[in-house]
């Protein structure tokens, strides 16, 4: 289960029954409750506290079956997983996977940072499309330390969007760079969205510290934006919203745990005319042996 984050935070996996772990979580959490039938999924609580008690439970059901090796950590203090933890419902539809128009190849040449943007809704079935493109990225120890917030409330953007636009001139105050003069120059235009008046919000978060998590959530951000543009969408990384959305004033409007820390706000829409392409520098190499 992908987790997704649109008006506070839910943190969980599924696992598929099979005839093995069932037979080990009845003997866990004495029976089925009423509904349940085998070829329905088991959410489990990641949030749940560890327990030497249950270790033994636990990791007879992690062998028997498809559990992730990491539900070991998802165990309560006491044998009452199934009414603490544990939460049942039928398997969710998986996202329709939107109708690519174009390579793999193509996508990577193809991509630009659209600042022009049609006034059109992305339905939620494509952005969770997207999102399902991003969570197949490459990710150190198998971690996944990421979490989405998706955001499209018009009025909400154009808050965060002061709040950037803040927090960029008070951080740009005193600087002689080149960069903090475009900047400031940017922000002080008063018809200057930081969103380029897009109408939806994707920000990638990490979920916990750590040396890969980091590059970990910018790999998802690439998918995201390689899956969107061979739908025909167009994106744009909004780096001057990083800040402010670390604020603890925007981690509580958006109900962000605190620990989460935001790392790629991608903006998301239908393209408004063509973005032209820009020339790279052809790939310096270092070393070839």
Same mark, same amino acid.
């Given at each position: ?16 029954? =099979?005839?093995?772990?069932? &037979? %080990? ?8 409750p ?11 609580? +990641? ?12 990791? =007879? ?14 165990? /309560? ?7 603490? /933890?544990? @939460? ?9 996977? $939107? ?21 059109? @809704?992305?339905?939620?079935?494509v ?11 490459p @990710? ?5 330390? #990421?979490?989405? *917030?998706?955001i ?5 953007? %154009? ?5 950037? &636009? ?5 951080d ?7 960069? *903090? ?12 969205n ?5 109408? +939806? !919000? ?15 959530? #910018?790999?998802?951000?690439?998918? !995201?934006?390689? *899956? ?6 167009? +994106? ?6 990083v800040?402010?959305?670390? =604020?603890?004033? #925007? ?23 063509? =973005?032209?392409?820009?020339?790279? &520098?052809? $790939?310096?190499?270092?070393? #070839?042996?």
């Open positions: 289960m992908v987790c997704v984050i649109f008006a506070g935070h839910a943190r969980s996996f599924a696992i598929s029954v =099979t005839s093995a772990v069932e &037979k %080990n979580l009845i003997a866990f959490c004495g029976g089925f009423r509904g349940l039938n085998r070829r329905d999924e088991i959410s489990i609580g +990641t949030s749940c506290g560890w327990h030497p008690s249950t270790q033994a439970a636990c990791s =007879t059901v992690s062998r028997a079956g498809r559990l992730p090796s990491n539900a070991r950590n998802c165990c /309560c203090s006491s044998f009452s997983l199934c009414e603490n /933890c544990c @939460t049942y419902m039928t398997k969710p539809p998986k996202a329709a996977k $939107p109708a690519a128009t174009m390579s793999a190849m193509d996508a990577i040449y193809h991509r630009r940072a659209v600042r022009h943007y049609a006034p059109r @809704t992305i339905d939620q079935a952005i969770r499309a997207l999102l399902d493109a991003a969570v197949h990225a @990710t150190a120890m198998h971690e996944e330390p #990421w979490s989405f *917030a998706v499209q409330d018009k009025n909400l953007l %154009n808050r965060l969007s002061d709040s950037a &636009k803040e927090r960029v001139r008070s740009a105050q005193g600087s002689d760079s080149p960069h *903090a003069k475009h900047s400031l120059d940017l922000v002080n235009e008063p018809e200057f930081v969103f380029y008046n897009a109408g +939806t !919000l994707i920000v990638i978060y990490g979920k916990f510290q750590g040396p890969f998590v980091v590059a970990d959530c #910018w790999l998802a951000a690439e998918n !995201l934006m390689l *899956a969107a543009c061979a739908t025909g969408l167009g +994106t744009c990384v909004i780096g001057f919203a800040s402010a959305l670390n =604020t603890p004033e #925007w981690k509580a409007e958006l109900k962000i745990p605190a620990e989460m820390a935001a790392i790629a706000p991608i903006i998301v829409g239908v393209p408004d005319g063509e =973005t032209p392409p820009v020339p790279r &520098k052809q $790939p310096e190499i270092v070393a #070839w042996k």
